[in-house]
Nanobody, 124 residues
């Protein structure tokens, strides 16, 4: 059983930064790509970013490209999301998830394990 736990959410002013962390249990963390999604109030959950198992490949939603950076430390079983130049529209619950091999990286259905989420609130 894989458990994912997110940390680092909070309240920040527009233009500020936050760093989210997602700690994974289990010995297979380094074998899987890991993604971040978010869900704003009244909206569907949406893809934010994904990183390959090795960290050599990353992809971002257009809405966060150039502002967010995903990274991972396989020795620590942890994936990170550095969020800079935050905007009020980034306010959401952020989830990390494990991507199943050979699936579409931006599709929610491609992810089999999810964290409980961490709230990010950006004030204007």
């Amino acid at each position: 059983q894989v458990q994912l736990v997110e940390f680092g959410g909070g309240l920040v002013q527009a233009g500020g930064s936050l760093r989210l962390s997602c700690a994974a249990s289990g010995r297979t963390f380094s074998s899987y790509a890991m993604g971040w999604f978010r869900q704003a109030p009244g909206k569907e959950r949406e893809f934010v970013s994904v990183i390959s198992w090795s960290g050599s490949s990353t992809y971002y939603a257009d809405s966060v490209k150039g502002r967010f950076t995903i990274s991972r430390d396989n020795a620590k079983n942890t994936v990170y999301l550095q969020m800079n130049s935050l905007k009020p529209e980034d306010t959401a619950v952020y989830y990390c998830a494990r991507q199943m091999a050979g699936t579409a990286w931006a599709a929610e259905i491609s992810y089999d394990y999810w964290g409980q989420g961490t709230q990010v609130t950006v004030s204007s």
